[in-house]
């Protein structure tokens, strides 16, 4: 299979094993080496270019590789308790390195750090400094207390703080797709989710200071942003002295109108609040790609209801219904939970009849995983076993093995506008990039054409997850 590098997308804690290494260079160095690993949904990458921003500015110089590192950051995901699991047994080999480097400092930073706080420090001894996804700005003196001698923790929430101000230090890029936070928070309160409590309140980030880091992307050559929050359709920002006020729609359209040639995606879109308004904005300009993440976790009304999602069964139909209506090459995506409490097998029908209804091109499906604290946790009996989990996951996951296949199939013997984003992973014969629907395209590569640019590919044929063909004009 064919994959790059470079399309994290906001729910790539499907793939927590993933974890990127980042280098940069500084311009004040103090001799110091900082490494950095993130886990999680593209917010907590986005987040390590903040710290790494922090970092940098304090003389930090980045490096690939753990072992050289005088400070080991660890950005953390708590959503599903695999995803938490992982970090720990990822600690244990960083406290191997430790035990013969003991000047070494090791940080927990992001999600599972504002969980567990100072419990961290009881329970994992080699972690000297926690710190949560609001407190970044403090790592100067946090940093500063850990070299004194003290373990250091600062998991403060903010109902303000956007980081609007710092420059994100990019990491690991290929200078052509970038990620722009434009929100911090959820006030959601799905009763399975443990985003509220790590993340805190939502808050909006100053417009300007968007559309100004979408400028200067596209001035440094990137052609492709992402804009990132948990409920994108929720943005709302309102000036200071409250004459300007701009809806996600709104946002939208002034970062598309930084150029013809500045592509914008986004994620993630909540069914409740995705507007007609979104989807119009979306089909008057051209550079707004045609794809929508829209989360449905459960195709039955009375799981919804119980889920606290605040949609159910009818008006997610609607939603999509109006997007077919509105945009109707518009690629869809999902998310989806097996095995909520209480689901019974015909609600669980209802799920894969929902599937069938949308014939999602691409969806991310996990089995219901209790957190502790959440609204679910505490009204609800996590009760359906796991050999049960298991199975209906697997239904749904075969059910979108076909739907994905048929979804590319469609694309078979059309032309697709592809960006390129550097070589295939497989072969430097052949570039990869991917079409406005999102879909990932291979292509030998034309040396008239260059990463950056964009392309006309005629597909030929498609694996499971690729398309495959060849650049025409
Ligand atoms: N803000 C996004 C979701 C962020 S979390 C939204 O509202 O859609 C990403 C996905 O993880 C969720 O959509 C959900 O499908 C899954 N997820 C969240 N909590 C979970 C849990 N406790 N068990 C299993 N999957 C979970
Ligand atoms: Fe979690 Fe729901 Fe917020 Fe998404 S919208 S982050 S699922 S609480
Ligand atoms: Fe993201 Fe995981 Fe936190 S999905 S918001 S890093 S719990």
Redesign the pocket.
Known sequence: MYNLQSSVKE?D?ARQGEALMLESTSTKNNGRKLYIESYG?AMNFSDSEIVASIMTDMGFETTADYKEADVIFINTCS??ENAEQRVRNRLREFGAVKSRNPGMVVGVLGCMAERLKSKFLEEEKLVDVVVGPDAYRDLPNLIDKVDDGSRAVNVLLSREETYADINPVRLNSNGITAFISIMRG?D?M?S????PFTRGRERSRDAHSIVKEAQELFDLGYREVTLLG??VDSYKWTSEDGTESVNFAGLLEQVALVSPDLRIRFS?S?PKDITDEVLYTMAQHENICKYIHL?I?SGNSRVLEIMNRTYDREWYTERINSIRRIIPECAIST???AGFCTETEEEHKDTLSMMDYVKYDFA?M??????PG?LAAKRFTDDIPDDVKKRRLNEIVRKQQQHSHERLLQQVGKVQKVLIEGFSKKSELDYAGRSDQNATVVFPADKNYKPGQYVNVFVERCTTATLIGKIVE
């Open positions: 729910h804690e949904c959503i599903r959820c959601n799905c399975f989710c443990v985003v948990q409920n993630t909540h989360p976790q998310d989806v939970i991310y996990f089995m219901y995983s209790e957190r959440t």
